[in-house]
């Protein structure tokens, strides 16, 4: 017969594991107390970056009682969540809307098309509007929009902008030797053909989309130059943008002058037919917010303010030494723009990295 003893020799080694067990968890927890730094990565998983959950269409939300009563001849899909590209929501301008010519725009630029079609069609012919599908596939997305402002010197910022999903930065500001306070992630890029860096390969990266914020019909007959290789023509500027730009003409894009309306007439109040003599237009930083807010479900920005009116002295960008002074006769009004900014941190579209 088979004895029915009972497996007696389990019991001791199974007290003695449980023994070990106790030790490891003794010593362990003597360890983690004894360091802080230990103690918080055993017990507490880490909760990503530890900011606040992304919630689908929340930027545009916020914002809806500022942007208000939007011309729904405009942009019908406006109120959708979209990192996604959508066909009624034409971020950047596209041929076909130009070859049949549907909706006539209303204003010139720079906040319509009406008069430059010619010109923008042979643009068109050669760029492209496509969202990247790396964009695209995101289900909520989170940007900054990095201004060119003197507060991010020092500011060590670089590591949190690179973390966004999308990081827009404005015109010639260099990252190159400053990616410490401002990182090197560039997902877009706005600009005119007066701002443009003249060593785009340098501060932008090979998927970096140039976006071409048109401020008059000679902005579109330069990238066409510089595109096609033709004639380039030096008059017509009010400093002379780069004659040889080294990109990729996938890369670029022409931003709809819909969101320059948007900032001009929602965010400044301004006419949208001005006198020749006070033409005043919103600066590629409040485009670039606006744009942000349609196209974004979280936005923040880093590095927008401008030193008060009286501070002469004080530099206005993290990257060169020039002062208020060099904004004079430049139409944009940079105190009216700070308080549409302070509005829209206010009722939390925005939210600041750096002092605002
Ligand atoms: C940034 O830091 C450097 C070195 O610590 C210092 O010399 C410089 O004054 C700082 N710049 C600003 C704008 O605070
Ligand atoms: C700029 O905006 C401020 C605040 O809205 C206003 O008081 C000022 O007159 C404006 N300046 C110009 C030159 O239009
Ligand atoms: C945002 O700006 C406000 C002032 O308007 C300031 O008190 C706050 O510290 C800023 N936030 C950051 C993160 O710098």
């Not at 730009?245 to 037919?273: C, G, H, T, Y």
């Not at 020039?322 to 006769?329: R, W």
Request: with cysteine; proline share 7%; charged share 20%.
């Amino acid at each position: 017969m088979i004895s029915k003893s009972p497996p007696l020799c389990m019991y001791p080694a199974g007290w003695k594991l449980l023994a070990m067990l106790a030790l490891v968890l003794v010593i362990m927890v003597w360890y983690s107390i004894s360091r802080e730094d230990r103690y918080t990565e055993l017990f507490y998983f880490p909760i990503a970056e530890k900011e606040e959950p992304c919630l689908q269409g929340e930027a545009e939300r916020k914002v809806s009682k500022l942007f208000g009563k939007i011309n729904p001849l405009h942009v019908p899909a406006l109120l959708s969540p979209l990192c996604s590209y959508s066909r009624d929501q034409p971020i950047f301008l596209q041929l076909k809307d130009y070859f049949w010519v549907k909706a006539p725009s209303a204003y010139e630029l720079p906040y319509g098309t009406k008069g430059s079609e010619d010109l923008l069609l042979r643009v068109l012919a050669i760029t492209s509007y496509s969202i990247p599908e790396s964009i695209q596939s995101l289900k909520c997305c989170r940007c900054v929009v990095v201004g060119n402002g003197h507060r991010l010197r020092n500011s060590s910022l670089g590591d949190v902008i690179n973390k966004y999903d999308m990081v827009i930065r404005l015109n010639n500001a260099p990252v190159a030797g400053y990616e410490g306070d401002v990182g090197s992630k560039t997902t877009m890029r706005l600009f005119y053909p007066e701002s443009a860096h003249f060593n785009p390969k340098v501060e932008n990266n090979p998927d970096t989309l140039l976006v071409l914020v048109a401020f008059k019909a000679m902005d579109f007959h330069w990238i066409e130059t510089i595109l096609s290789d033709k004639k380039r023509v030096r008059k017509g500027f009010w400093k002379q943008p780069p004659l040889i730009w080294d990109v990729n003409p996938k890369q670029i894009r022409i931003l709809n002058p819909f969101f320059m309306e948007i900032a001009a007439d929602k965010l400044l109040s301004l006419p949208m037919q001005q006198p020749r003599k006070m033409k005043q237009k919103p600066t590629t930083g409040l485009v670039a917010i606006t744009l942000a807010l349609h196209l974004c479900d979280v936005v923040h920005i880093a590095g927008f303010g401008y030193p008060d009116a009286h501070n002469r002295k004080q530099t206005i960008h993290y990257y060169e030494q020039i002062t208020l002074k060099s904004m004079a006769g430049s139409g944009h009004n940079v105190s009216q723009e700070a308080l549409a900014i302070k509005r829209m941190l206010g009722m939390g579209a925005v939210r600041n990295l750096t002092y605002f």
